[in-house]
């Protein structure tokens, strides 16, 4: 289970709004944290607040643009326990679940508000809203992508099962 709180964000924000390609030349995960979502309205709040264990919650098409990892690598390092999506970018998806971040597809997400606190089950893509008492269905993880998570990363897992 993941408990977190809400960030919120909007539909269509491609890797160069989540991770500038100004930054592209940084190594530090550090550092590159720093720029997390720095393409986005209310970046400032939101790297001056986001604490480890938060949760985005993003609409349509999130991590469109390039298949670069680094958008991927700069969450994590702020981090964010998982990202909910109405949708995401095949290319962000396959790399989130690479890098051993949580991703769960939901039809729901404009019932899910900044600040709320919620829990999410990724093995049952359950989401649960305590203080609303609402729960909400996504698109549960397979258990390859769980083993893969839970190994922290495909470069991890490959070590540890090939």
Same mark, same amino acid.
């Given at each position: 289970?993941? +408990?977190?709180?809400?960030? #919120?964000?909007? =539909?269509?924000?491609?890797? !160069? ?10 190594? =530090? #995960?550090?550092?590159? &944290? ?8 209310? @970046?400032?709040?939101?790297? #001056?607040?986001? +604490?480890?264990? !938060? ?10 643009? /390039? /298949?670069?990892?680094? @958008? ?12 909910? @999506?109405?949708?995401? &970018? /095949?290319?962000?998806?396959?790399? @989130?679940?690479?890098?051993?971040? $949580? ?19 990724? &093995? +049952?893509?359950?989401?649960?809203? $305590? !203080? ?7 698109? $549960? ?22």
């Amino acid at each position: 289970m993941i +408990k977190g709180k809400v960030w #919120k964000f909007g =539909d269509n924000i491609d890797t !160069d709004q989540i991770y500038p390609g100004k930054y592209l030349p940084l190594t =530090d #995960k550090k550092e590159m &944290a720093r720029h997390s979502m720095e393409g986005v309205p209310e @970046a400032e709040k939101f790297i #001056k607040n986001v +604490k480890p264990g !938060d949760i985005m919650v993003v609409g349509k098409n999130f991590g469109c643009g /390039s /298949s670069r990892e680094h @958008a991927v690598v700069t969450i994590k390092g702020v981090g964010i326990g998982c990202i909910i @999506a109405e949708s995401f &970018a /095949s290319i962000f998806y396959r790399n @989130a679940i690479n890098l051993g971040l $949580p991703v769960i597809e939901c039809p729901d997400v404009k019932l899910i508000k900044e600040g709320d606190y919620i829990v999410v089950d990724p &093995a +049952k893509g359950e989401i649960i809203n $305590p !203080d609303k008492n609402e729960n909400y269905k996504g698109l $549960p993880l397979s258990g390859l992508e769980l083993e893969i998570i839970k190994t922290e990363g495909l470069l991890n897992y490959l070590k540890k099962h090939g």
